[in-house]
């Protein structure tokens, strides 16, 4: 599927993975289930999880630990896709 579709679906998802000031390890295995149960998740990057990081750098990092790819990053959101 192309990245417009994959944005376009994304649109009206809502925000189902929260990352605090945990970090992305208290959240890798809830994201792999839900991209287990459908194809995008949307992630928001709270401000205690970014510290000196930005979104994109976190965001591809998630994606990583959980096969997933980034489809976009806006603001302090993020899609992953798999």
């Known amino acids: 599927m192309d990245t417009q579709a994959l944005r376009k679906r ?8 929260w990352v605090g000031k ?3 390890d208290a959240v890798v295995d809830e994201c792999d289930d ?4 459908r194809e995008l998740v949307k992630v928001k990057f709270l401000r205690s999880a970014r510290g000196g990081t930005d979104v994109e750098t ?3 990092d998630l994606a990583d630990q959980t096969d ?3 489809v976009e ?3 302090n959101t993020a899609v992953l896709y798999r």
């Open 10 to 17: 994304a649109h009206d998802l809502d925000v189902t993975v």
């Open 22 to 24: 945990s970090g992305l």
């Open 34 to 37: 839900q991209l287990k149960d």
């Open 58 to 60: 976190l965001a591809a």
């Open 68 to 70: 997933a790819s980034v």
């Open 73 to 75: 990053t806006r603001g």
